[in-house]
């Protein structure tokens, strides 16, 4: 079966029709693309046609995309170049039919389908939340260039088109209509009719006037995309913030600016020669495969089952007990509610609840502003947050999700309290970001109902959830936990009941690192500005003032008991909290906080006992060694088994700790550095700086073996 | 009608809150769906059990039609359980309680969530119908000519709002509002200014002894945006005295009246919502039934002396039940203004009464103010109108249990001639 196929449900209109048969969604690779060029054939050669509609034969989905497996897996720019030349030459058939073309979309509409959609005279889209319009190929390091690059700006205008191909963010119906992507959102149920109303309408045109084009809409409008200075502008502005956004690390957003330049004005089929010979580069290069590798992890975290019995299916969620209504206390419940679960917000202090209450507040105003949300629709997801002060709407809740502080008899006392009440097939789960599930689990009459569920500060933006099996967590809770975390929209890592699970582990040899590299002599600005120009998002000291000195050493001191060879909490941060620096909460830490500004505290050298710093600061040791430190701790997690699978810990840090993206992740990272080369470099650094630096077994095993930790990129 | 056993499961309701104080931004299906939600999480019912949702309300918010469904949906009632709003002005709140006792009476329903529920706050300003009127005007015109002439008809008395509050408490039969037809009653049973102001001393003193009683029936609530925690009636004053009292200018006739803001029920915000069962129901409810309700009735009287329906419909209500006044352990009556109160207790206790408007041989009896009211009433707490029906079965049910008491009997006075009354029993 083709995946292109003709209908013709009346005589002279013909519907080009997309329905893979081998896939749920779908997706423009290379046979489509040949099944498309023999059913454009069909339509060619047909004399007796007034108008083509492109459709999906898919319920509620039109097209999802270009296969990005391919996209992961060619390596040669020649054959980038082809592909990408094949697919112009037929979308360019599609687009010089001599009838009326309208694409009638319907559920996601993406990348590829986007572009094939531009290549039709006209577009009309379902007005479903289902459907989704947009270009995500930047996320993947790419940029569109099946014609999308070159189209888009002469259908909605530069600004627009830039908007949307620089961000990679989707437009519903009524959106995209309102930039001018589609000529009209209309109900589902009567898209085709609208769609042949439209061709019947196209048809009344002349040939050369039928196809929707960029007009700009108002004086601002024709300011902007209507004449060249304002184009200059647009791209200047454009480039100044991919500049701000990625930095250099990444050659998409650049390499998609100078296609959309130097096309500008000129002939469709410049702008397409542009494409293939940008795009071909960026394929091939490291930060798309790296990109399209998280992707793919992302999608496994977010659908792949955790347990080996496909028969465990989670558990409905539809109310939940939230106890500590602390500061993650409020994010969980705004989370919750904002995801259709009820909310009973349980804390012996009034004050706290208050607290709790107002952030959801805050959280919900931000978003419903953004989303311009009407406040019927935030009055009642605020609704859905029933707040208590005793120990009563326990009994029926699916869900009970412990925030209170970081005490085990504190924490054990409040399951103590919620199982006796509880459901017997209700889900008890910890955010303890420190203490040991098992332990937690002690003295429960059911522990296998009970898990982990770590999310990270602050929790409406961090993406991650680390789902902690105890020792006895049972499948059926760690599907549970699994399903509501995705629910929740967050990706769930499966890890166990290991001290700090993985990100705090990993990270917390990486801040000892940078304390011990501040005690040496180097500058708290020169780590900070080494890590960020390294790619992670804030420098150690920033994220120590985040998260606030006091809760770090916390952390620290968990996990010094653990593993006292190579995490003893330092000294340092012990001076430092007792000179009173809590960090940011407190506005003095590493750096003096005033409102969002900061400046680094010049009294903290002195503080340590190390008041000058030394002269060489050089950024390239100091990101080896801060990394080593992390590649070594995650060597040792994956040996015990922390986690599932290199990739799993590379998603978490990527997700929980802000690890650069465009390195591919931690253990991708190491291994481009190649594990020899770290294995050497750790071995040399112990035997300077001490025990800490012993090379993982597992790493060295790897070496060994001349083995890696994740499948190699294809490259080039 | 003698009804079959019914139950009161259990109930709960927001602190009470002067009109225009901490809840005046939280529109009626807000309080709603607080005191409903609240009740449904501390019963730990499966709101899918229940059958029918009806809630007394009297100034229904224009943006919320059926305010009752609203609530309902709001506090996390499947769409499947049907709801509807009543209205029997001051006794809405016990008019949504009967009507659950006729649907499971007829076997149509096991469990009903009934209360009441009012925002005297947001109750709204209103344009006229002539301003109404000469804006369709100006809308309907359509040369320019047209225009011109729409809007040269323009007066500036058309822009007077009309206050719905206001005009909602005046009878429009007798033209009285209802202050003046307490002063109707102070008139008539000889009730003066200062019995007045000592009855309402004792509803504060009474009240503010109670505030711990009463937390048991009042569910904390977080404002916003502040989420600051309003936990006890904002009515009652810790030292009032009767000289204060004495001070008011009376309200509603300034030159020869009795009656004062400080003897009246206070305006206020507030909702009260009930859980109402059959028996088999709350055999197996997991939590001892609060109580029963043994009768109740409803009866008319003249607008104008509407502050004397509670005797008329205890009267209703005791008959049904076969009861005397005097088996009635507590009593609860609701004090829309002390004139009115102590009007009932005259009436409750002349044979002459009782003969010429009951239609009984005997005084109703005797109503000694030791049973009544004991945690104060409706001068301290306010009376949201549409709830406070609701409430007071629960305050009376809740200080009965408190007691270990087995009867007792809560009654109101309704706007426009009317008066409820429920008798409630306990095992």
């Known amino acids: ?716 | 009608m003698n009804a079959p056993p019914t139950w009161l499961l259990g109930g709960i309701r927001t602190p009470f809150v002067k009109a225009g104080g901490d809840f005046k931004r939280l529109p009626v299906y807000e309080l709603g769906r607080i005191a409903v939600g609240e009740l449904l999480a501390r019963q730990e019912v499966d709101p899918a059990q229940i059958d029918e949702v009806i809630l007394g309300n009297c100034a229904q918010p224009a943006e919320a039609a059926n305010v009752a469904r609203i609530t309902a949906l709001r506090a996390g009632i499947p769409e499947a359980v049907p709801g509807f709003t009543v209205h029997r002005n001051c006794a809405s709140g016990m008019e949504a309680v009967a009507d659950a006792i006729y649907r499971i009476a007829a076997g149509d329903a096991r469990l009903v969530l009934a209360g009441g529920m009012e925002s005297m706050s947001q109750i709204p300003l209103q344009y006229t119908f002539e301003y109404a009127e000469w804006l369709g005007g100006v809308a309907r015109a359509k040369t320019p000519l047209q225009r011109l002439g729409a809007f040269a008809r323009f007066r500036p008395r058309l822009l007077a709002p009309r206050i719905a509050l206001a005009e909602g408490l005046t009878d429009l039969v007798c033209g009285l509002n209802m202050g003046q037809t307490a002063e109707v009653l102070s008139q008539e049973f000889h009730v003066t200014r200062r019995q007045q102001d000592e009855f309402a001393l004792l509803s504060h003193q009474r009240a503010i002894a109670a505030r711990e009683r009463l937390r048991e029936e009042i569910v904390p609530v977080f404002v916003p945006p502040a989420y600051e925690a309003v936990a006890d009636d904002i009515g009652p004053r810790e030292g009032q005295t009767l000289e204060a009292l004495a001070r008011l200018k009376p309200y509603f006739d300034r030159r020869n009246g009795t009656v004062t803001v400080g003897n009246s029920c206070q305006v206020t915000d507030g909702a009260a919502a009930l859980l109402i069962a059959d028996e088999a129901t709350a055999q197996r409810w997991p939590v001892p039934a609060l109580g029963r309700i043994r009768s109740f009735a409803f009866a008319g009287l003249a607008p104008g002396r509407m502050g004397l329906g509670p005797v008329y419909a205890m009267a209703k209500a005791l008959d049904r039940a076969g009861l005397g006044l005097e088996e009635m352990e507590l009593i609860e009556i609701n004090e829309a203004f002390a004139a009115q109160v102590l009007g009932c207790l005259a009436a409750a206790r002349s044979p002459d009464f009782a003969r010429a408007e009951l239609g009984r041989d005997r005084a109703l009896g005797e109503i000694p103010l030791d049973r009544l009211n004991v945690n104060g009433g409706a001068i301290a707490l306010g009376h949201p109108v549409g709830s406070s029906g609701a409430r007071l079965l629960l305050t009376l049910l809740m200080e009965m249990r408190r007691r270990g008491l087995k009867r007792g009997i809560a009654a109101l006075c309704v706007g426009g001639g009317q008066g409820a009354a429920f008798v409630l029993e306990r095992d």
Not at chain 1, 75 to 101: C, I
Not at chain 1, 185 to 199: E, G, I, K, N
Request: hydrophobic share 45%.
């Open chain 1, 1 to 716: 079966m083709p995946t292109f196929r003709v209908e013709r449900p009346e005589p002279r209109i013909v519907h080009l029709v997309m329905d893979d048969p081998a896939r749920k969604v779908n997706v423009l690779d290379e046979a489509a693309l040949a099944d498309l060029e023999a059913a454009l054939a069909q339509i060619e050669a047909d004399r007796d046609l007034q108008g083509v509609v492109l459709r999906s034969g898919k319920p509620g989905s039109f097209i999802a995309g270009a296969d990005v497996d391919a996209i992961g897996a060619i390596t040669d720019r020649e054959q980038v170049r082809t592909l990408v030349r094949r697919a112009h030459a037929v979308f360019n058939r599609l687009a010089a039919l001599p009838v009326p073309t309208v694409a009638a979309i319907d559920g996601v509409c993406l990348g590829g389908g986007t572009e094939l959609a531009l290549a039709c005279d006209s577009r009309i889209a379902s007005e479903q939340p289902r459907t989704q319009l947009g270009f995500p190929e930047i996320l993947l390091g790419i940029f569109p260039a099946f014609g999308g690059t070159t189209r888009l700006p002469r259908l909605v205008g530069l600004s627009a088109a830039l908007d949307l191909v620089l961000t990679g963010r989707t437009l519903d119906a009524k959106r995209a209509q309102r930039m001018g992507l589609i000529a009209r959102a209309v109900p589902a149920a009567w898209l085709l009719d609208f769609a042949h109303q439209r061709l019947a309408e196209l048809g009344r045109r002349p040939a050369a006037r039928r196809r929707d084009r960029f007009r700009p809409r108002g004086s601002a409008a024709w300011a902007l995309d209507g004449n060249s200075l304002g184009r200059g502008l647009v791209l200047n502005r454009a480039r100044a913030m991919a500049r701000a956004r990625g930095g250099d690390r990444y050659p998409a957003p650049p390499a998609a600016l100078n296609v959309m330049e130097r096309g500008l004005g000129r002939p469709l089929e410049v702008g397409l020669g542009l494409e293939a010979e940008w795009v071909s580069d960026l394929v091939v290069g490291s930060v798309c495969k790296n990109l399209v590798r998280i992707f793919r992890l992302s999608e496994r975290a977010k659908k792949d089952p955790v347990v080996a019995d496909a028969a465990i299916q989670p558990l409905a969620v539809r109310s939940m007990v939230l106890v500590g209504a602390g500061v993650m206390g409020g994010g969980i419940a705004e989370l919750a509610s904002r995801n259709g679960i009820r909310v009973r917000l349980r804390d012996i202090s009034p004050p706290a609840l208050t607290r709790a209450l107002q952030t959801v507040h805050r959280l919900v105003e931000e978003r419903g502003r953004k989303r311009r949300a009407p406040a019927r629709e935030r009055d009642a997801q605020r609704g859905m947050i029933l707040p208590t002060a005793d120990l009563t709407g326990i009994r029926r809740p699916d869900f009970a999700m412990e925030a209170v502080v970081e005490d085990l008899d504190v924490k054990r006392r409040v399951f103590a309290e919620l199982e006796v009440r509880m459901r017997p097939d209700a889900v008890l789960a910890t955010n303890t970001s420190s203490l040991s599930v098992s332990a937690l689990a002690e003295g429960l009459e059911h522990p296998g109902r009970f898990c982990g569920f770590h999310f990270f500060n602050p929790v409406h933006r961090m993406p991650l959830v680390e789902v902690v099996r105890g020792a006895r967590t049972s499948d059926q809770t760690l599907v549970t936990a699994v399903g509501l975390a995705r629910r929740l929209g967050k990706t769930p890592v499966v890890v166990t009941d290991a001290p700090g699970f993985v990100v705090n582990r990993i990270l917390m040899p990486y801040l000892s690192e940078a304390m011990a590299l501040l005690e040496e002599g180097f500058t708290i600005a020169g780590i900070d500005g080494a890590m960020k120009r390294f790619g992670m998002p804030m420098g150690p000291f920033e994220v120590l003032d985040e998260v606030g000195l006091d809760v770090a050493h916390k952390v620290a001191g968990v996990l010094g008991k653990a593993f006292p060879d190579r995490m003893a909490p330092s000294s340092a941060l012990e001076k430092l909290i007792a000179s009173g620096r809590l960090g940011r909460k407190n506005g003095r830490g590493f750096y003096l906080h005033q409102g969002r500004k900061r400046r680094v505290d010049p009294q903290v050298r002195a503080l340590i006992g190390r008041p000058r710093p030394r002269k060489a600061q050089n950024p390239e040791t100091l990101v080896e060694r801060m990394t080593l430190a992390m590649i070594n701790e995650a060597a040792r997690c994956l040996e015990e088994r922390v986690v599932t699978d290199a990739g799993m810990l590379d998603l978490a840090m990527i997700f929980g700790a802000g690890f650069p993206p465009f390195r591919g992740g931690l253990l991708r990272h190491a291994d481009t550095l190649g594990l020899q080369r770290v294995a050497t470099r750790l071995n040399a650094l112990r035997a300077e700086k001490g025990e800490r630096y012993k090379p993982a077994a597992g790493l060295l095993k790897l070496v060994a073996e001349g083995g890696t930790f994740t499948q190699p990129p294809p490259m080039a």
